[in-house]
């Protein structure tokens, strides 16, 4: 990536509040960190899966609780069967089943396993995606504490926690909380994927539509003063406003 010293600099908020609107017109892939399509179709035909699939309203927790508290390996098939109910829309299926693939876990591993962190990451963006930032806010903080426990501080993982409670915390107009936790999580996908990378670029398109909106919304305040300093060498390319002063 070279010296990335030589592109860290300082940003006035109101040299870039005016150009936001139209130069982050375009759309950021934001992946799912959960799982790919071979896992839908694998969650698809496995026992559950297909009950899940087949069935026309939900079945009754105790039911299914006896059928997996037997099995360990149901675990996984659980998860991947909550994924596929999220994916068709049925959401409060996969809901009840994210719970109890959380409960299980908790039970079979303790309360601070990694495996628990990434169950608390399904259900809290399964909430996320239905507007229950609230209820999201609380698991995603605890995922967080989990893996800072297990994992390098600069892990993806941790990014990407640190992101979705941003996100979380942006929706519900706490920008001055949001903006460090989007900073931090640029940081970590810069420093591990670099600043081209689909991740980074929604990291940073994701923070600067925040700051526009608390800016409209009149909270200026809870803002720092500055842009903090950025690795900006690819996207001042592709972003006029993102360039120094001296380089325009």
């Keep these: 990536m070279g010296d990335i010293n030589q592109v860290m600099?300082?940003?006035p908020r109101a040299e870039i509040v005016d150009s936001l609107n139209h130069t982050l017109s375009k759309d950021i892939p934001s992946s799912h960190t959960g799982y790919p399509n071979a896992v839908l179709a694998k969650a698809e035909q496995s026992p559950?899966?297909?009950?899940?699939?087949d069935q026309s309203t939900p079945s009754s927790e105790s039911s299914l609780d006896h059928r997996y508290v037997e099995h360990n390996d149901t675990i996984d098939e659980l998860a991947d069967s909550a994924y596929l109910c999220e994916c068709q829309g049925r959401h409060?299926?996969?809901e009840r089943l994210y719970r109890q693939v959380l409960i299980l876990k908790q039970r079979r591993l303790g309360s601070d396993h990694l495996e628990v962190a990434t169950s608390l990451n399904d259900l809290a963006t399964l909430y996320a995606s239905r507007n229950r930032h609230k209820e999201a806010q609380p698991l995603l903080q605890q995922?967080?504490?989990?893996?800072q426990q297990h994992l390098l501080a600069n892990h993806p993982d941790i990014g990407e926690t640190l992101y979705q409670l941003a996100k979380?915390?942006?929706?519900?107009?706490?920008?001055?909380k949001a903006e460090p936790l989007f900073q931090m999580a640029l940081e970590i996908f810069r420093q591990r994927f670099g600043s081209e990378h689909l991740r980074t670029q929604a990291v940073y398109t994701d923070m600067m539509q925040m700051i526009a909106?608390?800016?409209?919304?009149?909270?200026?305040s809870?803002?720092?003063?500055e842009l903090p300093p950025l690795d900006l060498n690819t996207l001042s390319d592709t972003y006029s406003w993102a360039r120094?002063?001296?380089q325009r």
């Design 244 to 246: 120094p002063s001296w």
């Design 48 to 53: 559950i899966g297909r009950a899940i699939h």
């Design 222 to 225: 809870e803002l720092t003063p």
């Design 9 to 11: 600099y300082s940003i």
């Design 213 to 220: 909106v608390a800016i409209e919304d009149g909270k200026f």
């Design 143 to 147: 995922a967080l504490r989990i893996q």
């Design 92 to 94: 409060v299926e996969a």
């Design 168 to 176: 979380v915390h942006g929706h519900q107009e706490q920008y001055g």
